[in-house]
């Protein structure tokens, strides 16, 4: 019949006239891809696994990646931290990136990390790359979050791979940002798995078999985050016990070298052989990385999040010659170090959500590709 034959033809020249009309059809559909981007601020203190995080995300096409902060109560301090951070970024094609320092010191407490890991975090393990000429904020990290966030109009996540200082000081200083943010994924802490404070030739007389790093070094920084009612997910040693660095992975990633973000990771693993040998190394890190990207990574449940800190009257073995104040001008106090920083399930704190299972070999493999990916 004559007239349905021109029904498919009458279709057609309304959509060719709608497309002509309206071109930003397309341009809207190119404005959505971009703003599906996850805005990211990432806090980071500069240890072997924060550089392969920092190179992934600021590598990864699903990333915005608006700031990089740091602060000295992690494995860096500030002055390699302000030097390492651009350098690093330099390596990728990442555009302007605020990127500033917070304290010296933690919240309250005489711990920190081991000082032979500290000097590895100041100088990137030996591996030489060209200084960057990225400008660096002169001002405090929390004041960089605050002016980062103001700026923008989308939910930021934040991701923090270090201890939790600088969240810490944020949120107390400016209660009114935390709107602002979809959600912070942590790296730290431990709940069913054993700690790792006592690491064989390092730390071996630890009285503390419980906690993780990132937790204990600030462990009153942790217990303001968990109060806050932020959205949280934690990837902690649960979960990032599955990513074992292996000699296999190091061999199988230097097949795949391309670009020079990937070059210096591979130099990186040449030079931390022993650490993959020892069995000790976990791409801590780099799963809450792949976590922002891809919140697949993280499969659990919800719970409260309790930190214990227990005050002592003395300095103990384990106590460093800090400042006696804090940053705020108080006292700075003694704690117990066989239970700061310790994490348990329970309390009265907002539910976060606790990683527990991911895909191992997923996540090696996009970790791979990206940081091979040229684009």
Not at 7 to 35: H, M, R, T
Not at 253 to 280: C, M, R, Y
Request: glycine share 6%; with cysteine.
């Amino acid at each position: 019949m004559p007239a349905n034959k021109t029904l498919p033809v009458l279709w057609l020249l309304s959509v060719l006239s709608a497309l002509l009309v309206s071109p930003s059809l397309f341009a809207d559909k190119n404005s959505a891809e971009i703003s599906a981007k996850t805005k990211v601020i990432f806090d980071t203190d500069m240890a072997i696994d924060d550089w392969s995080a920092l190179l992934l995300l600021a590598k990864s096409p699903n990333i915005e990646l608006l700031s990089v902060v740091a602060n000295g109560a992690g494995e860096t301090r500030c002055e390699p931290a302000m030097r390492n951070i651009p350098a690093l970024l330099d390596l990728t094609q990442e555009g302007h990136v605020e990127v500033a320092c917070g304290d010296d010191y933690p919240l309250d407490g005489y711990f920190a990390f081991p000082e032979p890991w500290r000097v590895q975090a100041d100088t990137l393990s030996g591996v030489k790359i060209p200084d960057s000429d990225r400008p660096v904020s002169k001002d405090h990290a929390v004041e960089v979050i605050h002016k980062v966030l103001n700026n923008e109009t989308d939910k930021v996540t934040l991701l923090a791979t270090g201890s939790l200082t600088n969240i810490a000081q944020w949120l107390t200083k400016y209660p009114q940002d935390k709107n602002k943010i979809d959600k912070l994924v942590i790296m730290g802490g431990a709940f069913d798995a054993p700690g790792n404070i006592i690491v064989p030739g390092f730390t071996d007389e630890h009285p503390n078999t419980k906690a993780e790093w990132n937790i204990y070094v600030d462990a009153l920084a942790a217990d303001i985050v968990f109060k806050s009612g932020l959205s949280i997910e934690v990837v902690g040693l649960d979960v990032t016990n599955e990513v074992k660095v292996t000699r296999e992975f190091a061999q199988n990633f230097k097949k795949h070298v391309q670009t020079p973000a990937a070059d210096f990771w591979d130099k990186v693993l040449d030079d931390n052989d022993w650490f993959i040998d020892s069995g000790e190394y976990y791409f801590w890190d780099v799963l809450a990385a792949l976590v922002v990207i891809d919140p697949q990574y993280c499969q659990g449940e919800l719970a409260p999040v309790n930190v214990q800190f227990d005050l002592t009257q003395k300095a103990t073995d384990w106590t460093l010659p800090f400042p006696t104040t804090t940053s705020d001008g108080k006292t700075r106090q003694h704690y117990d170090p066989k239970t700061f920083g310790v994490l348990s399930i329970g309390g009265d704190n907002p539910p976060a959500k606790i990683c527990r299972k991911t895909n191992a070999t997923k996540a090696f493999e996009l970790f791979t590709t990206t940081m091979n990916n040229a684009l």
